[in-house]
């Protein structure tokens, strides 16, 4: 069982950063995959980046790209995203979730565990 909390999203002003965190609690969590997904208002949960167990692999949404970055620190049990050079449309709720054997990385039913979700508003 892997228990997971978000957290540091907020509003700000188009351009600027925020870096959200995600805690895990469980002794298989460095086993997990590990992926963001954020779901705007009127909107279906998208797809945002993945990070592999190790955290020697990543994947993004070609929309995040160049933009978010997505790391993890086994030893602590954090999953982070570093975002940067927001824009209105980033607006949204932020998940994180984590999962094992998981194929396609992109597809929300892939993941087992989910946190609670961090609202991030991007003003313009």
């Known amino acids: 069982q892997v228990q997971l909390v978000e957290s540091g999203g907020g509003l700000v002003q188009a351009g600027n950063s925020l870096r959200l965190s995600c805690a895990a609690s469980g002794r298989t969590f460095e086993n997990h995959v590990v992926g963001w997904f954020r779901q705007a208002p009127g909107k279906e949960r998208e797809f945002v980046a993945h990070?592999?167990?190790?955290?020697?692999?990543?994947f993004y949404a070609d929309s995040v790209k160049g933009r978010f970055t997505i790391s993890r620190d086994n030893r602590k049990n954090m999953i982070y995203l570093q975002m940067n050079v927001l824009k209105p449309e980033d607006t949204a709720v932020y998940y994180c979730a984590a999962g094992r054997g998981v194929v396609d990385t992109t597809q929300e039913t892939e993941y087992d565990y989910w946190g609670q979700g961090t609202q991030v508003t991007v003003s313009s």
């Open positions: 990070i592999s167990p190790s955290g020697r692999s990543t």
